[in-house]
C-alpha cells in the first residue's frame, strides 16, 4: 500500500518512490504536480495567487504562482530530482464564485489567472505540462502517485478521472 502524504493550500511536500501526494478541495486554487520518471521523484505545490508582486502580505512565497514554482523546482533538484526531465500535470483553477455578481472582477477570475500564471511561469522554466484540467466551476481533489506520476482527479458530480 502506498504511503499518503497530504498537501494543503500554500503548502509544498516531494515524496519518492511509492508514496502519493493528495491534495484535497481545490477551488480556483491550482495544484502543479512536477515529476522526474527516472529517479521517481514527485513534487506538488498548492497555488493561491499568480504573483507575490501583486500581493502586500506575501511572506510565504508557496501561495503564489511565480514563487511556489521556483521552489519546488529548487526543492526537487535538491532531493536528486534532474530539472531537465521535470515534467508538468496542472489541476484546478475553477470559477467557484461565478454567481456572486457582488464580487469585483478580480476575485470571480482568480481561477482564470492562477492557471495563466502558472502556465507562463512553467514556460519560463523550461518545464513542459503534459496533462491538465483546469478551469470550470466545481472544485475537485487530487492524487499524485510517485511510482507512475499518474494524477487522479475527483469531483463531485464529474467523476474521477486520470491525467
Not at 478541495?25 to 508582486?53: Q, T
Not at 454567481?99 to 502556465?119: H, M, P, Y
Not at 519560463?124 to 487522479?152: C, K, L, P, W
Request: proline fraction near 1%; hydrophobic fraction near 45%; aromatic fraction near 4%.
Amino acid at each position: 500500500m502506498n504511503d499518503s502524504i497530504r498537501v494543503g493550500m500554500a503548502e509544498l511536500k516531494i515524496v519518492k518512490k511509492n508514496e502519493v501526494l493528495v491534495s484535497l478541495g481545490i477551488g480556483s486554487c491550482v495544484v502543479v504536480a512536477l515529476y522526474d520518471a527516472v529517479e521517481k521523484i514527485a513534487g506538488l505545490v498548492h497555488i493561491m495567487l499568480p504573483y507575490c508582486n501583486k500581493i502586500k502580505n506575501n511572506a510565504n512565497p508557496l501561495k503564489f504562482a511565480d514563487t511556489g514554482i521556483a521552489e519546488l523546482i529548487r526543492r526537487m533538484v535538491d532531493a536528486g530530482a534532474d530539472r531537465k526531465r521535470l515534467v508538468a500535470k496542472i489541476a484546478g483553477g475553477a470559477q467557484m464564485f461565478s454567481s456572486l455578481s457582488s464580487f469585483n472582477k478580480e476575485i470571480l477570475t482568480i481561477g482564470d489567472r492562477n492557471v495563466e500564471a502558472v502556465i507562463r511561469t512553467l514556460g519560463d522554466n523550461g518545464i513542459r505540462i503534459i496533462a491538465q484540467e483546469t478551469g470550470g466551476n466545481y472544485g475537485r481533489s487530487i492524487e499524485f502517485h510517485s511510482d507512475s506520476g499518474m494524477m487522479v482527479i475527483r469531483s463531485i458530480g464529474h467523476g474521477s478521472k486520470e491525467l
